[in-house]
């Protein structure tokens, strides 16, 4: 507990604000986006925006892995479930989103499809000892989660496991940070550079912000921790001099996660990804590599994502591209709500408009 006081040390929280408002120019917009769903959700629950002078605008960015799956790709879950009888393994962040009928896996697992929500990817091994049904772990996620589903697929094939598939919807975050740069209507003075996936990459997967003239902080997500950080970049901005920062050192190393990496790359390589509001990126996402293909639930059962695009109404590829706020959306606490949501940017425990609704109106 002490370890997090510290980090919310309220006399702390008051001299970082001082610095704040001593250095930021009243003459200057400072636009600053939060990569991750994370941050989002710790800036809203700890009302870091509303201390924050009304010239320094957080926004919000595509770093919730719930959110930023397509349409497509959900839809293939609920292909899945309606055409085998197999048990369906997920986070539960997934078991409210809607596939494209507007119906969600509760609903489903309420009709009696085998849906099992797990909080690791090994906990699909304890499963197969229920009953003899084939088992489909669908992994969502960045660099943070990856490790662990290669970790899942490395017990199978060490220990020669049968019946256990994934269905990879995995993606990267390099290739995500190039669209936003390349957006010109996205106007990014500096980025809260995601604790979580650093702790993987390390601090090398940021040069290209700093190479655009960008400030970059790795962050981590205690109040002190998301101010210091707001400081730095302000500091920065003001100086014309970019360089990655690292205020998140007590867990992240410049190198990153060597072991988990190698993991990564012994099971899975790069592919074309679909991110939802965005469309295709390329090498963005990961395949599982050709000599594991068949352990790949997409390949076993034929599953291919649609080019559905969002919900009628919702706005949910708006807001993680940091276009809009959650709360211009038209259906924002009306039609779309946490109890009732429309789009994964209200259901997921990292989404915008779930931080929005729960600690902003």
């Given amino acids: 507990m002490e370890m997090i006081s510290k980090f919310r040390d309220k006399d702390i929280v008051k001299r970082l604000l001082d610095n704040i408002y001593k250095e930021s120019k009243a003459d200057k917009i400072y636009n600053i986006m939060e990569v991750c769903g994370t ?3 710790s800036v809203s629950r700890f009302g870091i925006r509303g201390l924050l002078p ?12 719930v959110c930023v799956t397509a349409q497509g790709e959900i839809d293939m879950i609920f292909d899945l479930l309606k055409h085998n009888d197999v048990i369906v393994a997920v986070y539960g962040d997934l ?7 507007g119906r969600n896996l509760l609903e489903l697992k309420a009709e009696g499809k085998d849906i099992r929500v797990v909080i690791s990817p090994l906990d699909v091994l304890k499963l197969k000892n229920e009953q003899k049904k084939d088992i489909v772990f669908v992994s969502i996620g960045f660099e943070t989660t990856n490790p662990a589903t290669a970790g899942l697929i490395d ?16 993606k990267t975050m390099p290739e995500i940070i190039d669209v936003l740069l390349d957006d010109n209507e996205l106007d990014v003075d500096g980025f809260l550079c995601p604790g979580h996936v650093s702790v993987i990459t390390g601090e090398s997967l940021y040069l290209p912000i700093i190479k655009r ?18 400081l730095e970049i302000i500091r920065q901005i003001n100086s014309k001099n970019f360089y990655i920062k690292n205020n998140y050192g007590r867990v992240v190393n410049s190198l990153g996660n060597e072991k988990a990496n190698k993991l990564v790359d012994k099971y899975f390589e ?13 090498n963005s996402g990961l395949k599982i590599r050709k000599q594991y ?37 038209g259906l924002f606490g009306l039609a779309c709500s946490p109890e009732n949501p429309v789009g994964p940017c209200m259901v997921s425990s990292e989404g915008a408009c779930a ?3 729960k600690y902003e109106i």
């Avoid at 003239?213 to 707001?230: Q, R, W």
Wanted: glycine letters at 10%; proline letters at 6%.
């Fill in 213 to 230: 003239d960008k400030a970059a902080v790795i962050t981590g997500f205690e109040p002190v921790d998301i101010l210091y950080s707001v």
């Fill in 293 to 329: 293909k068949y352990l790949d639930a997409s390949e076993r059962f034929g599953l291919r994502p649609s080019d559905k695009s969002e919900i009628d109404g919702c706005k949910c590829g708006e807001v993680l591209k940091g276009k809009i706020l959650p709360n211009m959306c």
């Fill in 270 to 282: 790069l592919a074309d990804s679909m991110w939802r509001g965005i469309g295709v990126i390329k």
């Fill in 39 to 41: 941050h989002t959700m």
């Fill in 155 to 170: 017990t199978i094939v060490s220990q020669n496991l049968n019946g256990f598939y994934v269905l990879m919807l995995n």
């Fill in 54 to 65: 009304k010239n320094i605008r957080l926004i919000s960015g595509p770093g919730c892995p």
């Fill in 95 to 101: 078991m409210k989103v809607p596939g494209s009928d």
């Fill in 355 to 357: 931080a929005y609704y």
